[in-house]
């Protein structure tokens, strides 16, 4: 699937959405618990309804804190 991009809008898209949820690939403990309490805050708001607008960042923020978490357990 080719996705075609407009470089000019989603880079402003992205800072505000940045400003407003601290979305980014975690690196570091802190970027871990920053994470976690987003995706807390989000639960408490979008609970289990898988209709709600922002169930895709709930799960967004999920898989991110997951790669985490198996990139940091011990082989």
Request: aromatic fraction near 6%; hydrophobic fraction near 45%; charge should be negative.
């Amino acid at each position: 699937m080719n996705v075609a991009l407009n470089i000019d809008k989603l880079i402003p898209a992205w800072q505000a959405l940045r400003s407003i949820a601290p979305l980014a690939h975690i690196e570091s403990e802190g970027d871990y618990e920053q994470a976690t309490n987003l995706l807390k805050s989000l639960l408490d708001i979008v609970l289990d309804d898988t209709r709600h607008p922002l169930y895709s960042l709930v799960c967004v923020v999920g898989d991110l804190i997951e790669a985490y978490e198996i990139d940091q357990e011990p082989l």
